[in-house]
């Protein structure tokens, strides 16, 4: 079984700053991660995924995350935030040998102010 | 041209009713999936299902049941609604394999009253 945790539920940031939203899990085989995004009444769009290879996974709109494997982290980063960026975030796993049943976070909020 | 449909988008019923929202996907995938997330915005999976197999969440009451008429649409039916039951149902597609990135729908938000 697997599970994940995203360890804020809310997180407020100012325009142009960074932010890094943070993300651990625990399994008992190897998985796949992914962040996904849900804008406001929306369904969720994939932001990036790390499958194997290079830890540094870079996505869409200027976001990015690094898979540290002996901390089980896979923390979402990205430079300088806009308006639009507000939106819930899910960090996602699902096991390699067993399809894609996502297994998600319970998410968390950014809020960018102008 | 929409990936994965849901249909209704909002559906407000009864408790004791019985009810069915349908999902169709073009993306030629080969495996379709059913979502729950209840008012705290948590995501949990319900089904899984392809042509040869069909995987669920031992959590989910029996009332739910997933039908796929073909490999492109896989409906959710709800039987004896109950009041907990009201939360955004779901729906997404993948291809499986390597590529395990999963298309969603828009989801159906439901409410029993």
């Known amino acids: 079984a697997q599970s994940v945790t995203q360890l804020d539920s809310q997180v407020p940031v100012f325009e142009e700053a960074p932010v890094e939203l943070r993300c651990n899990y625990s399994?008992?085989?190897?998985?796949?991660l992914f962040w996904y995004v849900q804008y406001p009444n929306q369904g969720l769009q994939l932001l990036l995924k790390?499958?194997?290879?290079?830890?540094l996974v870079k996505g869409i709109n200027g976001f990015e995350a690094e898979f540290n494997k002996s901390q089980t982290s896979f923390h979402l980063r990205k430079p300088s935030v806009h308006i639009s960026d507000t939106a819930e975030y899910f960090c996602?796993?699902?096991?390699?040998?067993?399809?894609?049943?996502?297994?998600f976070g319970g998410g968390t909020r950014l809020m960018v102010k102008p | 041209d929409t990936a994965v449909s849901q249909t209704p988008k909002y559906l407000v019923t009864q408790m004791g009713n019985d009810k069915s929202i349908k999902c169709e996907q073009n993306?030629?995938?080969?495996?379709m999936y059913w979502y729950k997330q209840d008012s705290k915005k948590f995501l949990k999976i319900m089904f899984s299902y392809n042509n040869k197999e069909l995987i669920i969440n031992e959590t989910v009451p029996n009332r739910f049941s997933p039908k796929s008429p073909d490999k492109a649409h896989l409906n959710l039916h709800i039987n004896s609604l109950e009041l907990g039951d009201s939360a955004v149902y779901f729906c997404?597609?993948?291809?499986?394999?390597?590529?395990?990135?999963?298309?969603f729908g828009q989801g159906t938000r439901l409410t029993v009253v």
């Open positions: 993306l030629g995938h080969d495996t």
């Open positions: 996602a796993v699902s096991p390699n040998n067993a399809g894609n049943m996502l297994t």
């Open positions: 790390y499958l194997s290879g290079s830890t």
């Open positions: 399994s008992s085989v190897s998985v796949y």
């Open positions: 997404a597609s993948s291809s499986g394999g390597m590529n395990t990135e999963a298309f």
